[in-house]
């Protein structure tokens, strides 16, 4: 009998195409995390990265380095996957309980800039892989895996990529299963380290240990192909009491990409945030009211999101990024958030600070939450004149369920290069055409001047 990873391995490899709806979503996919990934290279996470490995970059490294410069692949995945997920605006995969892209996107790049002769199609097709693996392992073991504090991004995260990776290194199923394989011993990362620059190094971890996975399985290296299910093997290690294991999984048709999709954030913070922020913001547009009127706000949401959101009076504009009353005052004061509310200064400035002691956060209990994947995050205003409004949301804004448009789209990847002081709209033209791409190096050259460094 076929252990899990080798299912998963031949149903990911074995594909024989992919809708259209498919193509189009990973293409957005990348179009968004390559301007994430922009707009977090002059990151103090993504500098020091870099700096910690400067001896590697250089002119004559095969792999594109967004910060600058060309290096290794293990090297390029490292700073560019660190990048794209600093600044936590890069998108969500719920069935991974992952930051899906931040891994396999660098990862992927790390490959395809490195040859010419990748095609758009190619790389879309080893992301739809990858990203389907990432489901497929993300079944067994969550919500446990993620509740008891383990990173999905860079333990999900990287065994999945691991799989797209070696499709994109045109390795047969076997191999798939190998480089699956030797990254369950590579995937690592506890949710403790929210709130500091080791959080993005992990997404940058995962698509090092990925691509190095990958090759390693290229060479030769094999490990169990029986490590996800067998005892002291990643569920028995990793899982929890609410993980189901992999009895019950059966490989869909449908790519998951159709029926689940990704969330493409519209606000740069942790997305345990973003369904109290967009409920609250709907009900200041609908009702008119500003902080001022506030008596106090209480939100509920899930007991995973409480662990997440440490920080009720963030020292640092990381600590800020998972923080719920910095980010519903930020959001409530201004109408909205951009990257600009997640500097040094912005974080400490006094009309934000003087309201976020009105808002408080709880979390739903172990028995609410039971037996349900997903739960709605609830919200109460109470005004000092009397009125009370509340309001739920299970979808955040940017989700399938609620999409944004594609004038959002790009105005959001426009702001992350006037992050980085350069706002080109080609550059976002040319990425929209990357399905059609001959080779995605060349489409890669012409990024060259969208950040400080991009491409150089």
Partial sequence: MATVLEQIATHVASRARYSSLAKARAQQAFVDTIGCMIAGTGDPATRSVSAAFSGEIGVMGVSMVFAGGRSSPSIAALINGTAAHCLDFDDNFHPARAHASAVLVPALL????????????????????????????????????????????????????????????????????????????????????????????????????????????????????DILERPQGFLDLFGGADSAGWDAFSPDETHIIETRGLV???????????????????????????????????????????????????????????SMQYCLAAALVQGRLTLADFTRDAILRPDIRRHMPKITMEAYSAEEERGVERIAHQLTVRLADGRTLWRERLHAKGSSADPITETERQSKFIDCLAWVRSADEGQYAALTRLERARSVEHVLRQLKGAGSNVGR
């Fill in 264 to 322: 493409t954030k519209l606000h740069p913070c942790c997305a345990s945030t973003h369904r109290v922020i967009d409920a609250a913001l709907d009900l200041q547009n609908e009702h008119g009211f500003s902080l001022d009127d506030v008596q106090c706000i209480e939100t509920k949401v899930g007991r995973s999101a409480v662990d997440n959101l440490a920080y009720p009076d963030p020292s640092d504009e990381m600590q800020a990024r998972f």
């Fill in 110 to 225: 790390a490959i395809a800039s490195a040859n010419g002769s990748v095609s758009g199609d190619q790389l879309l097709c080893a992301y739809l892989a990858g990203l389907e693996a990432q489901a497929a392992v993300g079944f067994g073991v969550n919500p446990s895996h993620y509740n008891r504090g383990w990173h999905g991004t860079s333990t999900v995260g990287c065994i999945g990529t691991a799989a797209g990776v070696a499709i994109l290194l045109g390795l047969d199923n076997v191999r798939v299963s190998q480089a699956m394989s030797i990254a369950v011993s590579l995937a690592s990362g506890p949710k403790a380290q929210f709130g500091t620059s080791v959080k993005p190094l992990h997404a940058g971890l995962a698509a090092r240990n990925a691509v190095e996975a990958a090759f390693l399985a290229r060479a030769g290296i094999t490990g169990r192909l």
